[in-house]
């Protein structure tokens, strides 16, 4: 094959457009098996208790594009707790985090016999089953959070590093992802 001078700018500009759109084809695939690394390996496999209730934290990862620029995301707010953790003094309880706190405890089942009382006035002699069990129980929580923070226990960093800890293999899966896509266009 013969180029010529004037051919120059033109196949530079093919060749480059042809190696940034299989390098942003390989982020994006790479990106995409980071977000299914967390949900399939990190999440299931943190000890001792997954941090999953509902799994809106887990189902809000998400890969997207802007600008050219391939970002792992999560527009759930409370992954962003899980993820980086909360010191103690930053804790704050209030009437959203110990509602919060008694319904999930309320999903969970949790037991609350101990903070059950006996109805006043009643002629039943059965106890009372309110949601003020559950508030009392979510107090308790609450205050334990007050006093280690939120996933910042002894045995891990500060939060549960979920993205950092899906990411030790990017390097080799965007080699493999960049070595596939380049050798499409050849």
Not at 61 to 79: A, P
Not at 143 to 160: D, E, T
């Amino acid at each position: 094959m013969k180029f010529e001078i004037e051919q120059h700018p033109e196949f530079v500009s093919w060749v480059s457009q042809e190696v940034h759109t299989a390098m942003h084809k390989a982020m994006l695939l790479t990106a995409t098996r980071v977000v299914a690394r967390i949900n399939t390996e990190i999440i299931p496999n943190i000890h001792p208790h997954q941090p999953v209730d509902r799994g809106t934290a887990r189902a809000g990862y998400r890969v997207e594009s802007v600008g050219g620029k391939v970002f792992i995301v999560n527009h759930v707010l409370h992954s962003l707790f899980m993820e980086e953790g909360v010191r103690a003094e930053n804790v704050k309880p209030g009437r959203a985090m110990i509602g919060a706190l008694a319904a999930w405890a309320k999903r969970k089942g949790l037991d609350v016999s101990k903070y059950q009382t006996q109805a006043m006035g009643s002629k039943r002699e059965s106890l009372s089953v309110s949601a003020e069990p559950y508030t009392k129980l979510a107090w308790g929580i609450a205050k334990s959070m007050k006093k280690k923070g939120i996933f910042g226990a002894q045995n891990m960093p500060s939060g549960l590093q979920i993205v950092h800890r899906a990411m030790s293999d990017v390097k080799t899966w965007l080699s493999d992802e960049m070595k596939r896509e380049l050798a499409k266009i050849r």
